[in-house]
């Protein structure tokens, strides 16, 4: 059978504002649909954290700090288009669907801003959220996933990649010692370009990754996203996801879908990663707790709050 989870969903694509897409009942079951379709039995929505207006002063412009004023006024577009949403509509929405039985959870994907994770840990500490997956998207104002944008999708043919890959993964940990969510989603991100770093370097980082993951109890991100980049792989790579059992972190599979037509994509080759890394069950949550669900087996319960 098909892995049982797409615990990274999205609303909304990057090319929309959150405000021109609904978010009504019957949406979401068109989600769940296409995902029971594909052999998976719940899904958490995760939409990005700054999406919403509520967060954009958490934020508090960190892009500004950066010494490239290009990069700088390239991400405060980037906020300025995409924090439209209001997170207590997007909230009630999905206690909507789980209160008519839908088989979902209610997430947030948490982009890292540096030094500021507290003021967001703060900030969220009042909804009942189920599952918060943690992400690096920007290293300093350097949106590096963004690949379709000027000045940030050039900037990798002026950054030594190596250095590219150690930042990531000391924000990586500096997101995940910040105790503020649950997963790492898509824990090797930094590699979606091709780019690889020395074999040594490649290796330092992902220890360095698996180990924050393991202090800090958090469970990793098995994701098809990465199929879909120039990488051609899911994320982590195999070496990482080794690792990442030989520490004792827990996985989640994801899609990483932004709109329905991806959900639950891929559940197959997602469960035989898992599989030939060694893991049986999958890590799921309620009320950010965590229980775990074999491989196969639909989670009892899905839709209950």
Known sequence: MAAVLDYHVHLWPHSEQAESAGHRLERLATYTELAASRGVGEIALTEHIFRFVQVRELAAEFWRADADAALAVQTGRYFDFHATADLDAYVEAVLEAKRAGLPV???????????????????LAGYPFDVLLGSVHWLGAWGFDNLDGEPSASEWDR??????????AEAIDELAASSTVDVLAHPDLVKLTGR??????????EERIADAA???????????????????????APTLLAKFFANG???TTASDSHGPDLVGSNPTELAGLARAAGYGSLRAFRQ????DVPIGAPPAEAGRS
């Open 249 to 251: 972190v827990p996985v």
């Open 105 to 123: 959870v209610l997430g947030l994907e948490v982009d890292y801003f540096p030094g500021r994770m507290e003021a967001v840990a703060r900030a």
């Open 288 to 291: 950010r707790r965590p229980h």
């Open 159 to 168: 950054r030594v990649t190596g250095d590219v890959w150690r930042a990531y």
């Open 214 to 236: 393991r202090r800090s109890g958090l469970a990793a991100e098995i994701s098809s996203a990465g199929m879909r980049k120039p990488v051609g792989e899911a994320y982590p």
């Open 196 to 205: 690889r770093p020395p074999a040594a370097v490649i290796d330092e980082c």
